[in-house]
């Protein structure tokens, strides 16, 4: 499967933004998805995960409660719902996919995306 993020920007902190990650292929309902980011200087961090059975998801702790990922199967795409984001949250977000659950780890997602650049300012 391909991915292609797009939706990134430039926002204020305190407002929102939502990601969108398409995919390619007829078995998108197959593949769990998921986002990790990547701030200059640090290194790649889970954001959130979605499961293909249920839609079952599970985020990181720091952004629970402000961010929801959701899926669309018939539309082939991935969403990511950024709400009261944080200067801290500025990063380049990939989505990620994989047939077998991965939870947060970026290593055993064989399927990634180019990256959707996203800068909160204070």
């Known amino acids: 499967v391909q991915l292609q993020a797009s939706g990134g920007g430039l926002v204020q902190a305190g407002g929102s933004l939502r990601l969108s990650c398409a995919a390619s292929?007829?078995?998108?309902?197959?593949?769990?998805m998921g986002w990790f980011r990547q701030a200059p200087g640090k290194e790649r961090e889970f954001v959130a995960v979605i499961s293909s059975r249920d839609s079952s998801t599970y985020y990181a702790d720091s952004v629970k409660g402000r961010f929801t990922i959701s899926r669309d199967n018939a539309g082939n795409t991935v969403y990511l719902q950024m709400n009261s984001p944080k200067p801290e949250d500025t990063a380049l977000y990939f989505c990620?996919?994989?047939?077998?659950?991965?939870?947060?780890?970026?290593?055993?997602?064989?399927?990634w995306g180019q990256g959707t650049l996203v800068t909160v300012s204070s």
């Open positions: 292929g007829r078995t998108f309902s197959a593949y769990h």
């Open positions: 990620v996919g994989d047939r077998v659950y991965s939870g947060n780890l970026p290593r055993l997602y064989d399927y």
